[in-house]
């Protein structure tokens, strides 16, 4: 069975202070890893994806990197407006109708204060 | 780009109400929708996906007949919550994802806020 877990459920830093969100992954056939970001009653807002093993992708403050076992999204220097709730996410090949549909972890809450 | 609009964004409505959730995709074409529900502080629960021209798909434990799927058209799916109960209250999210782009990312609506007095 396809299992995505996040850690650490929740994550709390000063403004400045950078740090790493882990996800790993125990997928058959991983044909992407996709990074979101989700602020409060809102949809998931597309970061990252990253298809192989030692790819790495940056936008702004954050990058994130994938290895066979597990991705991280390291965030540098947050600002307070960093804060929400990362979601990673994988799509597997499982052929037929999966339509490539995702699974996601449980997300990390990160608090950034000022 | 790749913007998904979905209406309305809460709905609160009386026991036994259907109601209509819209996902539009407002400037891409999209062969394939999905539908998630997401309680609080929870993550994201796959329902079905939803095929331009075809049945959808539903996940294990997913009551076809509970929540209907419509996808008439590449940019329109809608999902119904026929005779709604308190215990459907919760927070469905819908995605699209690109025409012939299988490894494209999902772009998500905003979600809609479903409240069953």
């Known amino acids: 069975e396809d299992q995505v877990t996040q850690s650490p459920e929740a994550l709390r830093l000063q403004e400045g202070e950078s740090s790493s969100l882990n996800c790993s992954y125990t997928v058959s056939g991983l044909r992407g890893l996709f990074w979101y970001r989700q602020d409060p009653g809102k949809g998931p807002e597309f970061l990252f994806t990253?298809?192989?093993a030692g790819e790495e992708k940056e936008k702004e403050r954050l990058k994130a990197t994938l290895t066979k076992k597990e991705s991280f999204l390291h965030i540098t220097a947050p600002k307070p407006e960093d804060s929400a709730t990362y979601l990673c996410?994988?799509?597997?090949?499982?052929?037929?109708?999966?339509?490539?549909?995702?699974?996601f972890g449980q997300g990390t809450i990160l608090t950034v204060h000022p | 780009g790749a913007v998904v609009s979905q209406h309305p964004s809460r709905v609160i409505c009386k026991s036994g109400t259907s109601v209509k959730i819209e996902c539009r995709s407002l400037?891409?074409?999209?062969?394939?929708m999905f539908w998630y529900r997401q309680f609080p502080k929870q993550s994201l629960m796959l329902m079905a996906t939803?095929?331009?021209?075809?049945?959808?798909?539903?996940e294990q434990g997913v009551e076809k007949d509970k929540f209907l799927i419509n996808h008439a058209s590449l940019t329109l799916s809608t999902l119904t919550v026929t005779s709604a109960h308190p215990e459907d209250s919760s927070f469905y999210i819908c995605?699209?994802?690109?025409?012939?782009?299988?490894?494209?990312?999902?772009?998500f609506g905003d979600g809609t806020r479903l409240s069953i007095l």
């Open positions: 996410a994988v799509r597997v090949d499982a052929g037929g109708t999966s339509y490539g549909k995702l699974t």
């Open positions: 939803s095929n331009e021209g075809s049945k959808a798909t539903y």
């Open positions: 990253l298809y192989s």
């Open positions: 995605s699209a994802r690109e025409l012939d782009s299988s490894n494209q990312p999902q772009h």
């Open positions: 400037d891409f074409q999209a062969t394939t």
